[in-house]
Nanobody
Framework: QVQLVESGGGSVQPGGSLRLSCAASTTIFSISSQNWYRQAPGKQRELVASITSGGNTNYADSVKGRFTISRDKAKNTVYLQQNNLKPEDTAVYYC?????????WGQGTQVTVSS
């Protein structure tokens, strides 16, 4: 069974940067979209960024211009570069991959932005 493992979370001050990684345990075929979600305490999980099989990207309005999603197919890894982090970005960030007949989630990585 394919597993997704996130890493790169941590604690930073406002204005700081982090790069989250999501590594798949094996190559996944027939991917439709690779996504990053986040869930803050007491809030619903929300889609932050996505990249389709064709390379099209999409971002939540709250992170546009600050976050960048990318991938390295050879490494089976998706990244989320987070710049100019704000306290409201504090959340658990989850990696997600879905396609024909599957919808896979990682375990999450905590990002805390605080002075």
């Amino acid at each position: 069974q394919v597993q997704l493992v996130e890493s790169g979370g941590g604690s930073v001050q406002p204005g700081g940067s982090l790069r989250l990684s999501c590594a798949a345990s094996t190559t996944i075929f027939s991917i439709s979209s690779q996504n990053w979600y986040r869930q803050a305490p007491g809030k619903q999980r929300e889609l932050v960024a996505s990249i389709t099989s064709g390379g099209n990207t999409n971002y939540a309005d709250s992170v546009k211009g600050r976050f960048t999603i990318s991938r390295d197919k050879a490494k089976n890894t998706v990244y989320l570069q987070q710049n100019n982090l704000k306290p409201e970005d504090t959340a658990v960030y989850y990696c997600n991959v879905w396609g024909s007949g599957f919808n896979i989630w990682g375990q999450g990585t905590q990002v805390t932005v605080s002075s």
